[in-house]
């Protein structure tokens, strides 16, 4: 009874590199949210997907960012040329979204640090 | 713009009496409401949630107190234990729309033994 995963767990980059986080959601959710949260803030949105297809990306910074989540395996969200300012904690979350119900179910985290 | 307010940045109670932890909000599409617990490292973890047609919903411990003409919600928790020390997170949502949750900053609960 696996819960959402992330993986890798800590991530560290220096400025101007790529980072690649990913997420696999609950068994039979295919509804995916990814959110960021700085230091003593709350999360904030940022995409929400459904197999192949970005339903709602106004969370996303429009540059430098990315999200797929494809037919076959995790999902991804991609920072390109990383700065200091997105150093953050990532999370990524699933729903079933049946039945009136909008739970969504929360991973671990991917902790992004930039130097 | 915050839509979710969370004023009381920490909560301190003592173990076996109730802790009350508020929310307000300032969208009135919001229709659905959740608290999430948090530990340090960890992702949040799902309490409780409640739909705009009920003013209550109770599981447990934890019990969810909706005022839809004030705009606030609580979560009442009783008894509280020391295991209940952790960040809780007010979150709303649209349930017509794509069900993006907009959370609060959260409040630091710690429960003395």
């Known amino acids: 009874n696996a819960g959402v995963m992330q993986n890798p767990r800590h991530l560290v980059r220096r400025r101007g590199q790529e980072a690649r986080l990913r997420c696999s959601p609950m068994?039979?959710?295919?509804?995916v949210y990814w959110y960021r949260q700085l230091p003593e803030e709350g999360l904030k949105f940022m995409v929400y997907?459904?197999?192949?297809?970005?339903?709602?990306e106004s969370g996303m910074p429009k540059e430098r960012f990315s999200a797929e989540f494809p037919k076959e395996g995790p999902s991804i969200l991609r920072i390109q040329q990383v700065v200091r300012g997105d150093s953050a904690a990532y999370f990524c979350a699933s729903s079933l979204q049946t039945g009136g119900t909008y739970e969504q179910y929360f991973g671990p985290g991917t902790r992004l640090t930039v130097t | 713009d915050q839509q979710v307010k969370q004023n009381s940045p920490s909560l301190s109670v003592q173990e076996g009496r109730i802790s009350i932890l508020n929310c307000d909000y300032t969208?009135?599409?919001?229709?659905?409401f959740l608290w999430y617990k948090k530990y340090p490292a960890e992702g949040p973890t799902f309490l409780i949630s409640?739909?705009?047609?009920?003013d209550k919903n109770e599981d447990g411990r934890f019990t969810v107190f909706l005022n839809k003409s004030a705009k606030h919600l609580s979560l009442h928790i009783v008894p509280s234990q020391p295991g209940d020390s952790a960040v809780y997170f007010c979150a709303a949502s649209e349930s017509g729309a794509n069900s993006k949750l907009t959370f609060g900053k959260g409040i630091t609960l710690s429960v003395r033994p």
């Open positions: 409640i739909s705009s047609i009920k």
């Open positions: 969208n009135s599409m919001f229709d659905y």
């Open positions: 997907l459904q197999k192949e297809n970005i339903i709602d």
């Open positions: 068994k039979g959710h295919s509804h």
